[in-house]
C-alpha cells in the first residue's frame, strides 16, 4: 500500500475586508509532495496555524484540494464518487480529530461502535460489541465501557475517540494531535500502540507539536508557511529554526 500527496494546494478566498486590501487568496499548502508506504509512522509538525488539520483532512478525503493529487495505490481519492469515498471513509480511513468529540447521550461501548449506525448489516465486518471492547483494551478503557461521557475526565474521552477511529480496523490512520488530554504514560502508550499499528501495516500520519512523538516516527515533516519540508534525524532538527530542512521533492 502507498499513499503518495503530488503537488497538493490548498487556498482559501479571503474576506471582502482583505480583499480591499489587494488580497484575493490565502495559501495554506503550496505544492506539497510526500509519499507514505505500509507500515510507516509519518509525523507532521509546525506552528499553529501552518496547515496540518488541512492536511490531514485532505488526506482523509474530508477536504477538496485547490490543486494536486491524493493518491491510494495509484487511485485518485479526489476522483471518488460519493459512495465511493463514503466506502473509503468508513472501511480504509480511521481519523482523530483534534478535539474531544464523544456523543453525550451514547455509552462509551455505544460511541466507539457508532459507525455501525450508518452501514448495513452484511457490510459490518469484524465489527460489534466483541470488537468494541478489544479497541477499548487497547487503548486502556474497557472498564469504562457502560459509562457516559459525562463521568470521562478529558483524557478518557480523548481516548474513546481514538478507539473510535481503530474500530473498523482501517489502514490508514490520521491522527490531529492523539495526545492532547493525555498524560506521559497514555501519551507512551498511545504511541507504542501506533508503533504496534504499524508493525501490522498501517500508514499512520500524526501531526504534533511533541518532540516526544516525533522522536518515535519514521520520518517527521514540518509545515512552514504552506510548503513542507522533510527533516534530518529528529534530535537535531524539530522545530529548530537554525536547522537546514531539506524541502521535500
Request: glycine share 10%.
Amino acid at each position: 500500500m502507498e499513499l503518495q500527496i503530488n503537488h497538493l494546494i490548498k487556498q482559501y478566498e479571503c474576506s471582502p475586508h482583505n480583499q480591499k486590501k489587494g488580497r484575493e487568496q490565502t495559501f495554506v499548502l503550496k505544492n506539497v509532495n510526500f509519499a507514505v508506504q505500509s507500515g510507516e509512522l509519518i509525523g507532521i509538525t509546525g506552528i499553529s496555524g501552518s496547515g496540518k488539520s488541512t492536511l490531514l483532512g485532505i488526506i482523509g478525503g474530508f477536504l477538496k484540494p485547490s490543486g494536486g493529487l491524493i493518491q491510494l495505490d495509484g487511485d485518485d481519492i479526489g476522483g471518488f464518487s460519493e459512495t465511493k469515498l463514503a466506502i473509503f471513509h468508513r472501511n480504509r480511513i480511521g481519523y482523530i480529530p483534534q478535539g474531544i468529540e464523544v456523543l453525550a447521550n451514547l455509552t462509551v461501548i455505544e460511541n466507539t461502535a457508532i459507525s455501525d449506525s450508518f452501514v448495513q448489516h452484511n457490510d459490518r465486518k469484524n465489527t460489534g460489541e466483541n470488537r468494541a471492547r478489544e479497541v477499548l483494551e487497547m487503548v486502556g478503557i474497557a472498564k469504562l465501557a457502560g459509562e457516559y461521557p459525562d463521568v470521562l475526565s478529558g483524557g478518557e474521552k480523548r481516548r474513546v475517540a481514538i478507539a473510535r477511529a481503530l474500530y473498523r480496523d482501517p489502514d490508514i490512520i490520521l491522527a490531529d494531535e492523539p495526545t492532547n488530554d493525555l498524560d506521559r504514560e497514555n501519551s507512551v502508550l498511545l504511541i507504542n500502540l501506533f508503533r504496534k499499528l504499524v508493525k501490522d501495516g498501517k500508514i499512520i500520519i500524526l501531526a504534533t507539536h511533541d518532540n516526544e512523538n516525533l522522536d518515535s516516527c519514521d520520518a517527521v515533516y514540518r509545515l512552514d508557511d504552506g510548503k513542507i519540508f522533510r527533516m534530518k534525524p529528529f534530535e537535531s532538527m524539530v522545530l529548530d529554526e537554525t536547522s537546514n530542512p531539506i524541502e521535500s521533492r
